[in-house]
């Protein structure tokens, strides 16, 4: 049968950290949108650590919360330990992180969904697509319920043919406890969409009261928390609002209560048990075919890879306020169950620990994200959009970040609008997104401030400045936040600006401050710190921590900003010409045949793009100019083909 209660614009399948931020984009654009998931009581469920953040994840969460995402204040009010990373380096590479009471998080992001005027959710497994004329048009069920939609994002994450090993033993899942989704990998083979194998592991968790905490070393939160979401800009009253008496809304306020972790480390025992059985590891025993994550690697990699290094720090994390659970960072194998008691035993604090959970490897199916245009739409089934885990990645903050970009093309594809196209310059969020529609990757990726040519210009405080536009444009935030917005961006400049030209004894404010922070190091005066012999104007000091940190970010750094900004600039002129669809990169005169190939399989959208392919060079950029400028002139030479 057919279950529709309403037309749906916008179906998504799995509710995940993508398919969440995906569904409430969606709807909060006011689009009827559907949120199938195979269990309601795992949504935004954190399958490795329970921690958001970090190095360049913080910073891509702060840019979901300024498209309007939940992630960030999902941490804020669910969070038990806040630390900003890097707080002794500048404030470019400071990166938020917080471990979250895992079961709040979910619970608190279930409610969030039921709360959503636009959004049905419903619990189901989807087992195929349905399709028609090259287009999807809904999703089948394990219910044998189907649902018909415009578009349908699809953010099922490990779960497809996951399988999980732990030493020899396997079972089928996407995660321990869960189910495999095996049918729907066949709908998109059918469909002409490839797919290939990745794999990732998790470690063992450890019940508490058998830990002999003395032995390690304990690491508080920060005393002044930083939090993820923009308070100054947010409207309060949203984060607790309920919709009726005796309906309570998950959360606390944001940094009350914090818990601690714990350090300890692994000694070369430990190392001996790994090298001893190896041979039995799911991993090293070639039992898994899918490529693993290079920077997240399994405990046995640490091993054979830095075999001189006598000891690994390990990290004891609380799973939440209201459980005895203990995550063990840092200690990820597939090794069998009874190495991993040894292990475990072998560490310092650990030697009776309790396992509640074994460490497991899973190796599941992904789409190569080069498959997708830059809107995450495929290229090959129309109307079908990829976010999350699916499209190759690792980590939630990237999962979400993706899932909040297709939810909202989803809807401007409906509504034949622009896609939402985040640049490269603009945020993490453009670099991951550009990153896998044009190189795609062959290993779990993960989001890295080094990935980002343009990092100088990511500070954490400065998300809503540089996506506001994007907000904007396809109404994200309400207008009311907006409005603020508005008014920290004027506030900045207007500093920014006042700094330059305005003098305390004969000598620019804004060199007294840049000479200060060079001496002392801009982050000893952010506002966790206080602000010191700083010299600012009165009146500056009277503003918000939130305009002051940024300008006085803005002016310390003015000559690196700038540069970049000169860069950005140079570039953008070839990123701001778009390639039609329909030219055959095949036919093109001029265009080496290694060029050729690889543009006809990325099909970049713009010139920019095309530059970033790997093999393509620049006097292949320049016959595309040449063809694209003769194309807008109407000279449609011989052999250069445009068709669109
Ligand atoms: C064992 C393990 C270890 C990991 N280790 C790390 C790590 O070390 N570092 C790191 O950064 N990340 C790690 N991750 C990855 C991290 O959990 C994911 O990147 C992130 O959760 C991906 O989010 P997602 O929304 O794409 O998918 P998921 O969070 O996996 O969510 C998928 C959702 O889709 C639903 N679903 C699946 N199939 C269907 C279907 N057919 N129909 C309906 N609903 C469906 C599921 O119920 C689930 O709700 C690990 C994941 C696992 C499982």
Not at 94 to 113: E, G, I, N, V
Not at 369 to 396: C, D, H, M
């Amino acid at each position: 049968m057919i279950y529709n209660e309403k037309h749906i614009d916008v179906i998504v399948c799995g509710a995940g950290h993508a398919g969440v931020e995906a569904a409430l984009a969606a709807a909060r654009m006011g689009a009827p949108t559907l949120l199938l998931t195979g269990n309601l009581d795992t949504v935004a469920q954190m399958s490795c650590n329970p921690a958001i953040g970090g190095q360049a994840k913080g910073q891509m969460v702060r840019e979901i919360d300024a498209l309007g995402g939940e992630m960030a204040i999902n941490t804020d009010v669910t969070g038990i330990q806040f630390r900003l990373l890097n707080e002794s380096k500048g404030p470019a590479v400071q990166s938020p992180r917080a471990q979250c009471d895992k079961k709040a998080y979910q619970f608190r992001l279930k409610h969030t969904l039921e709360l959503e005027p636009n959004l049905q959710i419903f619990q189901a497994t989807v087992t195929g697509l349905i399709f028609k004329k090259g287009q999807v048009v809904g999703c089948q069920t394990n219910l044998d319920i189907d649902f018909l939609g415009q578009t349908v994002v699809v953010t099922t994450g490990t779960f497809l043919r996951g399988l999980m090993h732990i030493g020899q033993n396997k079972n089928e899942g996407g995660r321990l406890g869960d189910f495999s989704s095996k049918t729907l990998s066949d709908s998109f083979l059918q469909s002409g969409i490839e797919l290939r194998r990745l794999k990732t592991g998790t470690p063992p968790r450890l019940l508490g009261r058998s830990l002999n905490f003395s032995k390690m070393q304990e690491q508080k939160g920060d005393d002044r928390p930083t939090l993820f979401a923009f308070h100054d800009t947010r409207a309060s009253e949203g984060v607790f609002h309920v919709e009726r008496t005796g309906e309570q809304r998950l959360g606390w306020p944001p940094g009350s209560n914090s818990i601690s972790c714990w350090m300890t480390h692994t000694t070369p025992a430990t190392a001996q048990i790994v090298r001893d059985n190896l041979h039995k590891s799911a991993m090293y025993s070639g039992q898994i075919e899918g490529v693993g994550p290079r920077y997240c690697p399994s405990f046995e990699d640490k091993i054979v890879r830095f075999a001189d290094k006598p000891r690994h720090l390990l990290f004891l994390e609380p799973e939440g306020r209201a459980t005895n659970e203990y995550y063990v960072n840092g200690l990820s194998t597939s090794l069998p169950f009874e190495v991993q008691l040894e292990l475990v035993h072998s560490i310092p604090g650990l030697e009776n620990a309790e396992l509640l959970r074994p460490a497991y490897a899973v190796e599941y199916d992904f789409a190569p994200p080069t498959q997708l245009w830059p809107s995450l739409e495929s290229r090959k089934v129309e109307n079908l959009f990829f976010a999350g885990q699916i499209n190759g990645t690792s980590g939630y903050e990237e999962a979400a970040s993706q899932g909040l970009v297709a939810g909202v093309n989803a809807v401007n594809k409906v509504r034949g609008q622009a896609p939402l196209i985040i640049q490269r310059h603009e945020g993490y969020i453009g670099v991951l997104i550009d990153d896998l529609v044009t190189k795609g990757t062959n290993e779990p990726y993960r989001m890295f401030t080094s990935r980002a040519e343009h990092r100088l210009l990511f500070n954490h405080g400065s998300a809503e400045l540089r996506l506001r536009h994007h907000a904007r444009q396809y109404g994200l935030v309400s207008s009311a936040r907006l409005a603020r917005m508005e008014e920290k961006a004027g506030r900045v400049g207007h500093w920014v600006e006042h700094l330059e030209h305005h003098r305390l004894d004969h000598i620019p404010w804004g060199d007294h401050i840049r000479r200060f922070a060079a001496a002392h190091g801009l982050h000893a005066q952010t506002a966790k710190n206080g602000l010191g012999e700083l010299p600012m104007p009165a009146a500056l000091r009277q503003e918000s921590v939130q305009v002051r940190d940024e300008v006085l970010y803005r002016v310390s750094y003015a000559g690196y900003l700038q540069r970049e900004q000169r860069q950005i600039e140079k570039f953008a002129s070839i990123d701001n010409i778009r390639i039609p669809r329909t030219i055959n990169f095949l036919e093109v005169r001029g265009l080496r045949r290694e060029s050729a190939l690889k543009l006809a399989d990325i099909k970049p959208a713009t010139l920019g793009q095309a530059s970033r392919i790997s093999g393509v060079n620049p006097s292949d950029i320049s016959v595309l100019m040449i063809l694209i400028e003769s194309g807008r002139a109407g000279e449609s030479k011989q052999g250069l083909k445009l068709e669109g």
